[in-house]
């Protein structure tokens, strides 16, 4: 158990929803990072918060949108959802705001389904 | 833009055999980090290499960093039918904030 928690584990949705991603970083962690994991593929880096700030951006698309709250817990926003959408989405959190070389700890993921 | 690329992307050995997954980048890497996945599982860190030429051994694991710090790989010996899953490698270039994961190497182990 990392320490990092995800809600919900498993997500089923249509094409067009829009829905919302949950993620608490273990306690002390202020970073909180995306990441999307389609079938058989690695893992993409979406997005970065610090402290409630965004930090550093990867290959998020304009439909998908993060927040992070003044508890540190991160929400991903995905809207328009699309089938190509389908995939494990990870957060993971760290101590500080390097993300190029903080140990990253990943919660157990959410599986999103679009139908 | 960077990009972290590890071969093989399978791996089927003997339980017994060795086993070694390379990952190679595009740019100089400030680190290379290793993860491990298990099936249904989420990645969970296994190590950190920073100096150029570094080698570091976890039990049965080697890790590298090549001395041009742009490859990096993992060697296991004598593998167990506990070592299977999805092997990645995750670097970061000089002064990036995050970090780029390879494509994974997926390890079976046949008993």
């Known amino acids: 158990d990392s320490g990092v928690t995800q809600t919900p584990k498993h997500l089923i949705t249509a094409t067009g929803q829009r829905v919302t991603l949950r993620c608490s970083p273990r306690?002390?962690?202020?970073?909180v990072y995306w990441y999307q994991q389609s079938l058989d593929q690695g893992l993409q880096f979406l997005i970065q918060y610090y402290n409630g700030e965004e930090r550093a951006k990867g290959n998020i698309l304009e439909r998908f949108s993060a927040q992070q709250f003044p508890d540190l817990h991160s929400e991903l926003n995905l809207s328009s959802l699309e089938l190509g959408d389908s995939a494990l989405y990870f957060c993971?959190?760290?101590?500080?705001?390097?993300?190029?070389?903080?140990?990253?700890?990943f919660g157990p993921g959410t599986r999103l389904t679009v139908l | 833009g960077q990009q972290v690329m590890q071969i093989p992307q399978y791996q089927h050995v003997q339980e017994g055999e060795d086993f070694t997954t390379y990952c190679n980048s595009s740019t100089t890497l400030s680190n290379i980090q290793w993860y491990k996945q298990r099936p249904g599982g989420h990645p969970v860190f296994l190590i950190q290499l920073v100096k150029s030429g570094e080698v570091k051994k976890q039990k049965r694991l080697t890790f590298q960093f090549g001395e041009a710090k742009k490859n990096s790989s993992l060697h296991i010996t004598a593998t167990q039918t506990t070592d299977v899953g999805t092997y990645f490698c995750a670097g970061s270039g000089t002064g990036a904030n995050n970090l780029f994961f390879g494509t994974g190497t997926r390890l079976t182990v046949i008993p």
């Open positions: 993971a959190s760290s101590v500080a705001h390097q993300g190029g070389t903080d140990t990253q700890y």
């Open positions: 306690s002390g962690d202020l970073s």
